[in-house]
């Protein structure tokens, strides 16, 4: 067993509302993941709406929108590039 | 007789060096002689310029801090040519099964002509380890890899015989 200064985690109580801990339970259950991850991820990511599923969606349609624009204008399509590109935060 | 091939070579530095071979690898225009690009396309990933294809893989496994593990999956699928033998046929092959991989990862695929002996066309997909959903890492083991080869045995209805790439030792 290691001992508690070679621990990578800390364990802390939170007190949270009914309704919250309901939320993180369903999103846990529907995502097939832990409770502890669900809640590590919105403490985590807490300053941002995308998440990496948003994200691929969109990047497929800046895929589609960059392959439809390409045959009339190869700048364009750079741009659309980079603008999509760009909106990869999290 | 299709093939799918895994190739498992993870121990290039922390792994990192493999993945971008990889991402530089499916854009690559210039391959082996007689080896020629078809296609290059990307699900839930950038498939225009390889530097955002990586960030934006990398950047999957940073949100998760997925970053030590295994990075990448690269799969090659070799078309028999008795059923595939022009390119739009290969390439829509390797959307669908590209598709059903996007279920739940980041791929990039290319399509390359190259006659084999068996085999005219074949695809190599380049596979984030990382679920987009869960976070959690693709298990890359011999029944995930027979799973595959049979959803392809049902799309081409060809036999698909599974082999695993290991790194050649005397490099």
Same mark, same amino acid.
């Given at each position: ?10 364990? !802390? ?11 993180? @339970? ?16 919105? /403490? @985590? ?20 929108? @960059? ?11 750079? /741009?659309?590039? !980079? ?8 | ?33 007689? +080896?020629?690009? *078809?296609?290059?396309?990307?699900? $839930? ?13 990398? $950047? ?53 002509? +190259?006659?084999? $002996? ?31 080869? *049979? ?21």
């Amino acid at each position: 067993m290691r001992k508690p200064e070679e621990k990578k985690t800390v364990r !802390r109580t939170v007190l949270m509302t009914k309704d919250t801990d309901n939320d993180i @339970i369903r999103e846990a259950k529907e995502r097939g993941i832990k409770p502890n991850a669900v809640m590590n991820e919105r /403490l @985590i990511h807490h300053k941002t709406d995308n998440t990496p599923s948003k994200m691929a969606e969109f990047q497929d349609f800046a895929n589609e929108a @960059i392959r439809m624009i390409k045959p009339y204008s190869e700048k364009d399509a750079k /741009l659309l590039e !980079r603008k999509a590109n760009k909106l990869w935060t999290f | 007789m299709d093939i799918l091939t895994q190739k498992r070579i993870t121990d290039n530095g922390d792994g990192a060096g493999y993945f971008r071979h990889c991402v530089n690898y499916v854009y690559k225009d210039k391959l082996e002689p007689g +080896e020629k690009r *078809i296609l290059t396309k990307g699900y $839930g990933v950038c498939d225009t310029n390889r530097s955002h294809t990586f960030d934006q893989m990398y $950047g999957v496994k940073e949100y998760f801090g997925k970053t030590g593990d295994n990075p990448v999956m690269h799969l090659v699928v070799s078309y028999d040519k008795s059923k595939v033998y022009d390119a739009i046929t290969a390439c829509n092959l390797t959307e669908i099964i590209a598709q059903h991989l996007r279920k739940n990862y980041q791929v990039i695929t290319a399509v390359h002509q +190259e006659n084999q $002996g068996g085999s005219l066309y074949h695809a190599h997909l380049v596979v984030n380890t990382v679920d987009i959903y869960t976070g959690k890492l693709y298990h890359s083991g011999i029944y995930e890899l027979g799973q595959l080869a *049979i959803f392809i045995h049902n799309l081409t209805g060809n036999f698909c015989k599974t082999e695993i790439k290991y790194e050649d030792p005397k490099k």
